[in-house]
Protein backbone atom coordinates (compact mmCIF):
# COMPACT_ATOMS: atom_id res chain seq x y z
CA UNK A 1 0.00 0.00 0.00
CA UNK A 2 1.11 3.58 -1.14
CA UNK A 3 2.19 6.17 1.76
CA UNK A 4 -0.72 8.35 1.02
CA UNK A 5 -3.23 5.15 1.41
CA UNK A 6 -1.51 4.59 4.69
CA UNK A 7 -1.69 8.51 5.95
CA UNK A 8 -6.00 8.50 5.05
CA UNK A 9 -6.63 5.30 5.92
CA UNK A 10 -4.98 4.44 9.08
CA UNK A 11 -6.97 5.25 12.85
CA UNK A 12 -6.86 8.35 14.81
CA UNK A 13 -4.66 6.57 17.38
CA UNK A 14 -2.37 5.05 14.59
CA UNK A 15 -2.13 8.74 13.41
CA UNK A 16 -1.53 9.95 16.61
CA UNK A 17 1.88 8.30 16.96
CA UNK A 18 3.00 8.83 13.47
CA UNK A 19 4.13 5.37 12.82
CA UNK A 20 2.31 1.49 11.77
CA UNK A 21 3.88 -1.72 12.10
CA UNK A 22 4.08 -3.00 8.70
CA UNK A 23 5.78 -6.41 8.37
CA UNK A 24 9.03 -6.52 9.75
CA UNK A 25 9.24 -2.73 9.39
CA UNK A 26 8.03 0.22 11.51
CA UNK A 27 6.68 3.04 8.40
CA UNK A 28 6.63 6.81 9.60
CA UNK A 29 3.18 7.77 7.82
CA UNK A 30 4.54 11.24 7.70
CA UNK A 31 7.90 10.61 5.24
CA UNK A 32 7.63 7.07 4.12
CA UNK A 33 10.91 5.91 6.51
CA UNK A 34 11.07 2.90 7.47
CA UNK A 35 13.00 1.29 10.31
CA UNK A 36 13.57 -2.35 9.88
CA UNK A 37 12.91 -4.46 13.48
CA UNK A 38 15.73 -6.45 15.26
CA UNK A 39 18.61 -3.70 14.45
CA UNK A 40 20.12 -1.46 17.26
CA UNK A 41 20.77 1.65 15.67
CA UNK A 42 23.26 4.07 17.08
CA UNK A 43 22.59 7.89 17.31
CA UNK A 44 24.30 10.44 19.83
CA UNK A 45 26.33 8.00 21.59
CA UNK A 46 23.49 6.21 22.21
CA UNK A 47 21.97 2.83 21.02
CA UNK A 48 18.45 2.33 20.34
CA UNK A 49 15.74 -0.26 19.24
CA UNK A 50 14.02 0.20 16.23
CA UNK A 51 10.69 1.30 17.78
CA UNK A 52 12.21 3.82 19.77
CA UNK A 53 14.86 5.11 17.05
CA UNK A 54 11.44 5.60 14.71
CA UNK A 55 10.13 8.07 17.49
CA UNK A 56 13.38 9.37 17.68
CA UNK A 57 13.05 9.91 13.99
CA UNK A 58 9.51 11.86 14.39
CA UNK A 59 11.24 14.15 16.56
CA UNK A 60 14.17 14.78 15.24
CA UNK A 61 12.79 15.43 11.75
CA UNK A 62 9.31 16.56 12.07
CA UNK A 63 9.25 17.68 15.46
CA UNK A 64 6.21 16.23 16.39
CA UNK A 65 2.76 14.41 15.31
CA UNK A 66 1.15 17.82 16.27
CA UNK A 67 3.12 20.21 14.50
CA UNK A 68 3.40 17.86 11.30
CA UNK A 69 -0.43 17.93 11.17
CA UNK A 70 -0.88 21.61 11.71
CA UNK A 71 1.76 22.56 9.01
CA UNK A 72 -0.45 20.73 6.86
CA UNK A 73 -2.59 22.60 3.48
CA UNK A 74 -5.60 24.68 5.45
CA UNK A 75 -7.97 22.86 3.22
CA UNK A 76 -6.63 19.40 4.64
CA UNK A 77 -7.07 20.72 8.27
CA UNK A 78 -10.31 22.16 7.94
CA UNK A 79 -8.98 25.24 10.62
CA UNK A 80 -8.31 29.03 9.44
CA UNK A 81 -4.79 30.47 10.12
CA UNK A 82 -5.97 32.04 13.64
CA UNK A 83 -7.02 28.79 14.55
CA UNK A 84 -3.88 27.25 13.66
CA UNK A 85 -1.85 29.49 15.56
CA UNK A 86 -4.30 29.28 18.42
CA UNK A 87 -3.81 25.54 18.20
CA UNK A 88 -0.19 25.75 18.18
CA UNK A 89 0.19 28.00 20.91
CA UNK A 90 -2.29 25.41 23.58
CA UNK A 91 -0.10 22.64 22.55
CA UNK A 92 3.04 24.51 23.92
CA UNK A 93 1.55 24.85 26.99
CA UNK A 94 1.37 28.78 26.73
CA UNK A 95 -1.08 30.60 29.56
CA UNK A 96 -3.82 32.23 28.02
CA UNK A 97 -2.59 35.41 29.47
CA UNK A 98 0.77 34.82 27.06
CA UNK A 99 -1.49 33.92 24.10
CA UNK A 100 -3.29 37.44 24.62
CA UNK A 101 0.25 39.04 24.42
CA UNK A 102 1.36 36.97 21.58
CA UNK A 103 -1.79 37.21 19.23
CA UNK A 104 -2.55 40.77 20.39
CA UNK A 105 -5.66 39.39 21.40
CA UNK A 106 -8.10 41.85 23.06
CA UNK A 107 -9.34 39.59 26.24
CA UNK A 108 -9.10 36.33 28.01
CA UNK A 109 -12.48 35.64 27.39
CA UNK A 110 -12.04 36.04 23.69
CA UNK A 111 -9.28 33.17 23.98
CA UNK A 112 -11.81 31.25 26.01
CA UNK A 113 -14.27 31.83 23.40
CA UNK A 114 -12.06 30.27 20.85
CA UNK A 115 -11.00 27.08 23.23
CA UNK A 116 -14.75 26.55 22.96
CA UNK A 117 -15.16 26.79 19.29
CA UNK A 118 -12.58 24.39 18.97
CA UNK A 119 -14.20 22.00 21.21
CA UNK A 120 -17.17 22.33 19.40
CA UNK A 121 -15.48 21.02 16.05
CA UNK A 122 -14.13 18.50 17.63
CA UNK A 123 -17.18 17.05 18.55
CA UNK A 124 -18.87 17.81 15.53
CA UNK A 125 -15.78 16.41 13.69
CA UNK A 126 -16.27 12.71 16.27
CA UNK A 127 -19.86 12.54 15.01
CA UNK A 128 -19.39 13.12 10.99
CA UNK A 129 -16.20 10.31 11.35
CA UNK A 130 -18.42 7.75 12.76
CA UNK A 131 -20.80 8.17 10.28
CA UNK A 132 -18.89 8.48 7.07
CA UNK A 133 -17.66 5.02 8.75
CA UNK A 134 -20.93 3.75 9.20
CA UNK A 135 -21.93 4.95 5.74
CA UNK A 136 -19.24 2.94 4.30
CA UNK A 137 -20.92 -0.14 5.23
CA UNK A 138 -24.09 0.19 3.32
CA UNK A 139 -23.02 2.63 0.06
CA UNK A 140 -22.39 -0.21 -2.02
CA UNK A 141 -22.04 2.40 -4.75
CA UNK A 142 -19.51 5.18 -3.65
CA UNK A 143 -16.24 5.08 -6.10
CA UNK A 144 -12.86 5.20 -4.92
CA UNK A 145 -11.43 8.28 -4.93
CA UNK A 146 -7.74 8.74 -4.81
CA UNK A 147 -6.25 9.98 -2.08
CA UNK A 148 -4.90 13.95 -2.09
CA UNK A 149 -1.48 14.06 -2.09
CA UNK A 150 -0.53 15.62 1.69
CA UNK A 151 1.41 18.80 0.51
CA UNK A 152 -1.65 19.28 -2.54
CA UNK A 153 -1.68 23.43 -2.71
CA UNK A 154 -4.99 23.97 -3.98
CA UNK A 155 -6.91 21.55 -2.71
CA UNK A 156 -10.65 21.71 -4.83
CA UNK A 157 -13.08 20.27 -7.74
CA UNK A 158 -9.85 19.30 -9.51
CA UNK A 159 -9.49 16.22 -6.88
CA UNK A 160 -12.34 15.09 -7.49
CA UNK A 161 -11.16 11.84 -9.48
CA UNK A 162 -11.61 8.24 -9.07
CA UNK A 163 -9.10 5.13 -9.84
CA UNK A 164 -10.95 4.64 -12.78
CA UNK A 165 -10.82 8.02 -14.22
CA UNK A 166 -6.74 7.82 -13.54
CA UNK A 167 -6.37 5.22 -15.35
CA UNK A 168 -8.33 6.51 -18.33
CA UNK A 169 -6.47 9.66 -18.14
CA UNK A 170 -3.04 7.37 -18.03
CA UNK A 171 -4.38 5.39 -21.03
CA UNK A 172 -5.00 8.62 -22.90
CA UNK A 173 -2.00 10.56 -22.39
CA UNK A 174 0.85 7.25 -21.83
CA UNK A 175 -0.45 5.20 -24.80
CA UNK A 176 2.80 3.41 -24.76
CA UNK A 177 2.20 2.70 -20.76
CA UNK A 178 3.17 5.01 -17.29
CA UNK A 179 6.88 4.41 -17.91
CA UNK A 180 6.90 5.84 -21.65
CA UNK A 181 6.51 9.56 -23.08
CA UNK A 182 3.91 11.76 -22.55
CA UNK A 183 2.13 12.33 -25.89
CA UNK A 184 0.42 15.93 -24.75
CA UNK A 185 0.47 18.17 -21.61
CA UNK A 186 -3.49 18.49 -21.14
CA UNK A 187 -5.54 21.80 -20.32
CA UNK A 188 -7.78 20.74 -17.76
CA UNK A 189 -6.36 21.13 -14.31
CA UNK A 190 -7.83 17.70 -13.26
CA UNK A 191 -6.10 15.93 -16.11
CA UNK A 192 -3.14 18.14 -15.09
CA UNK A 193 -2.89 16.24 -11.62
CA UNK A 194 -3.59 12.77 -13.08
CA UNK A 195 -0.49 13.13 -14.86
CA UNK A 196 1.87 14.98 -12.23
CA UNK A 197 0.80 11.99 -10.08
CA UNK A 198 1.79 9.60 -12.88
CA UNK A 199 4.85 12.10 -13.29
CA UNK A 200 6.12 12.28 -9.71
CA UNK A 201 6.37 8.19 -9.19
CA UNK A 202 9.70 8.85 -11.51
CA UNK A 203 11.77 10.54 -8.96
CA UNK A 204 13.42 8.70 -5.85
CA UNK A 205 12.44 10.21 -2.27
CA UNK A 206 14.80 10.88 0.19
CA UNK A 207 17.02 12.28 -2.82
CA UNK A 208 18.30 15.88 -3.72
CA UNK A 209 18.66 16.37 -7.68
CA UNK A 210 20.35 19.62 -9.45
CA UNK A 211 17.75 21.16 -11.69
CA UNK A 212 19.85 19.65 -14.59
CA UNK A 213 19.24 15.92 -13.11
CA UNK A 214 15.34 17.45 -13.34
CA UNK A 215 15.48 18.66 -16.29
CA UNK A 216 16.69 14.84 -17.55
CA UNK A 217 14.17 12.93 -15.77
CA UNK A 218 11.26 14.89 -17.07
CA UNK A 219 12.76 15.60 -21.06
CA UNK A 220 12.11 12.03 -20.94
CA UNK A 221 8.60 12.46 -19.76
CA UNK A 222 7.44 15.23 -22.40
CA UNK A 223 9.56 17.93 -24.55
CA UNK A 224 8.27 20.95 -22.62
CA UNK A 225 10.55 19.91 -19.35
CA UNK A 226 9.92 23.43 -18.29
CA UNK A 227 6.68 23.30 -17.96
CA UNK A 228 6.63 19.80 -16.12
CA UNK A 229 8.74 20.98 -13.72
CA UNK A 230 7.06 24.22 -12.84
CA UNK A 231 3.68 22.15 -12.50
CA UNK A 232 5.16 19.98 -10.47
CA UNK A 233 6.36 22.47 -8.15
CA UNK A 234 3.02 24.59 -7.95
CA UNK A 235 1.08 21.24 -6.94
CA UNK A 236 3.19 21.04 -4.36
CA UNK A 237 4.94 17.70 -5.82
CA UNK A 238 8.52 19.04 -5.70
CA UNK A 239 9.42 21.71 -3.86
CA UNK A 240 13.26 23.42 -4.58
CA UNK A 241 15.56 26.10 -2.97
CA UNK A 242 14.70 29.70 -3.91
CA UNK A 243 18.04 30.18 -6.19
CA UNK A 244 17.15 26.94 -7.97
CA UNK A 245 20.22 24.60 -6.99
CA UNK A 246 18.55 22.11 -5.59
CA UNK A 247 15.12 20.47 -5.71
CA UNK A 248 13.26 17.42 -3.83
CA UNK A 249 10.13 15.66 -3.72
CA UNK A 250 8.36 16.91 -0.56
CA UNK A 251 7.04 14.99 1.77
Known sequence: ????????????????????EEGESFVCLLCRETIEKGIIYPAENLLFEAERYMKRHIETEHGSVFHY????????????????????????????????????IGSSSTIRNHRFVLKEKERQAKIFFTMMELLKEKDDHAPTFLPLHKTATMVDDRYNISKEE???????????????????????????LAILRVIIK??????????????????????????????????????????GSAYWVKN
Open 166 to 192: QADVEKKFFPVGVDGPLIKFPKKEKQK
Open 69 to 104: LIGLNKKLTGLTDHQSSLLRLFYEGKSDAEIQTELN
Open 202 to 243: RFEQEKTYSEKEINEVLKNVYADFVTLRRYLIEYGFLDRKDD
Open 1 to 20: MEILELFWNVNAEQLKVGYI
